[in-house]
């Protein structure tokens, strides 16, 4: 057999544009009708283009404006994990690379020590999923994320080691529709 450039460089392509499709293994779960994201009401004062996130809905909201905002049900962190309070989101990511923080491997060092290296974007375990915002408070990065997940089934409840989990096609959607420089708000 006879390699030729042309082959290996389109191999090469193959397997780099395949990466996060293939790096977790396929399985169906069915999203109930309630989870999926929903133009609803709000308050009319709320400005638009703005995150806000209630924790003990377990609901992030997208604000259009004129009291409408999409609604996505998300997973967050159990009591006293989760972030509160106002930030921005400084940075955007298409399949992140993850790395616990020190704080995370001290409380838990079973569940994160085994990946106090890291893990590449699109590995099966990289609990970031396929999208994340980087939410930042005053310039500095509270370490704090909205992000995609490989666990779809863990919306609506207390997850999370503190940030806010959403399905990754939701996470996409919602990727798409927030600049950098957006306001995001979580009480």
Not at 39 to 50: D, H, M
Not at 62 to 72: E, F, P, S, V
Not at 140 to 146: F, V
């Amino acid at each position: 057999m006879k390699l030729s450039r042309r082959g290996v460089l389109a191999a090469a392509a193959a397997i780099v544009a395949t990466g996060p499709v293939l790096a977790a293994p396929p399985r169906v779960v069915k999203i109930p009708r309630e989870w999926l994201p929903t133009e609803i009401s709000v308050n009319e004062a709320l400005a638009p283009g703005q995150v806000h996130v209630r924790i003990a809905q377990n609901r992030l909201y997208w604000t259009l404006g004129n009291g409408r905002a999409i609604r996505y049900v998300v997973a967050l962190g159990a009591a006293g994990r989760n972030f509160t309070g106002t930030a921005q989101v400084a940075r955007k990511a298409e399949w992140p690379a993850w790395t616990p923080t020190a704080n995370m491997i001290r409380q838990e060092p079973a569940v994160y020590g085994p990946y106090a290296g890291g893990l590449p974007g699109g590995h099966a375990r990289n609990p970031l999923g396929s999208r994340a915002l980087y939410l930042y408070q005053n310039g500095r990065d509270t370490y704090y994320r909205i992000h995609g997940t490989p666990q779809p089934w863990t919306m609506g409840r207390k997850f999370s080691s503190g940030c806010v989990r959403l399905i990754n096609e939701h996470v996409e959607d919602l990727y798409d529709r927030v600049p950098v420089g957006t306001t995001v708000v979580v009480i």
